[in-house]
């Protein structure tokens, strides 16, 4: 156990453990943005297509950014391949700018909470839950972390279930800038980064293929990771391999303790309990894939 890590568990400190928790509690109140009906209204009211998810998902993730290409996108999304971002970014702020499509989001994601929470939606619970987790999305870091430095520099909307959504966008990109951080650190291209995760079980490989990368650079990155003793001729990963994925993981659980740190662990629980009855919402209103590739509960 590393310094950082025993200093977690010292009293009045978030545990690491506790930080993970509201992650997954909060990453399908972000989520439904690229699912609901009633966001995909507001982004084919812009001119993008409905017909495929990634049409919208990438102006409506990358809008915080501005008037980017595919470069920049690529490099901040990180597993895609560069070939199937040009296909989708090249272009897409002909349709609609950065703004119209940030304003397009919160209009849809306003009508996708009052659908999911009903009366819940003004509800005191949600108002207290609103304000811890802005309070933590206001104390992260965002040094080396563009997708939630972008997203913290963004106004804050006046009504509380949008201001949850918000921070909750927030803390899940600084979250996934840490853990890019942590595959660099731990040598893993992002092609070579979804082998290794697919190769420990966090989700099917068939997952993974949304991404865009082919058979060919797939089979590559295998063999790369093979020669780093990292996968066995089968793919599956070795021990060596899942030491590596466990490190990834500790490692991004670490880089994003500061903001529950700074909430303190007496808030961070409260607000665990508060998202309970929410998330639940999220995950029972079928919008969200059964499988994901973040390895929620499996990593």
Do not use: C
């Not at 209009?107 to 999911?116: N, P, S, V």
């Amino acid at each position: 156990m590393s310094a950082h890590e025993e200093g977690a568990h010292a009293e009045g400190q978030v545990q690491p453990a506790q930080a993970r928790r509201l992650w997954h509690l909060l990453e399908p109140l972000h989520a439904v943005l690229y699912f609901a009906p009633e966001v995909l209204e507001e982004a084919g009211a812009l001119g993008y297509s409905t017909e495929d998810r990634w049409s919208s998902y990438f102006p409506l993730r990358a809008a915080p950014l501005g008037p980017v290409g595919t470069e920049a996108v690529a490099s901040a999304f990180y597993s895609f391949r560069p070939g199937m971002v040009a296909r989708y970014v090249d272009g897409m702020w002909k349709a609609a700018g950065p703004e119209a499509a940030l304003a397009a989001r919160l209009r849809g994601i306003d009508r996708t909470y009052r659908t999911l929470f009903g009366d819940r939606t003004g509800s005191p619970e949600l108002v207290e839950a609103a304000a811890l987790v802005r309070r933590a999305a206001e104390a992260a870091d965002l040094a080396g972390r563009p997708l939630a430095a972008a997203n913290a520099a963004l106004d804050w909307p006046s009504e509380p279930h949008l201001q949850l959504w918000q921070a909750a966008t927030i803390l899940r990109e600084h979250r996934g800038d840490g853990h890019l951080a942590a595959l660099l650190t731990a040598g893993l291209d992002p092609v070579e980064a979804l082998v290794s995760f697919a190769a420990v079980g966090a989700a099917s490989v068939e997952r993974f293929e949304s991404r865009g990368w082919t058979p060919e650079e797939w089979a590559a990155a295998r063999e790369r990771l093979t020669a780093r003793g990292l996968l066995d001729a089968d793919g599956t990963a070795t021990e060596a391999g899942r030491e590596l994925r466990r490190r990834v993981e500790r490692d991004t659980d670490r880089l994003a303790l500061g903001p529950w740190q700074a909430l303190g662990p007496e808030d961070t629980e409260r607000l665990a309990t508060l998202l309970g009855d929410y998330w639940v919402a999220a995950l029972g209103s079928g919008l969200l894939p059964s499988e994901s590739t973040l390895g929620i509960g499996k990593v």
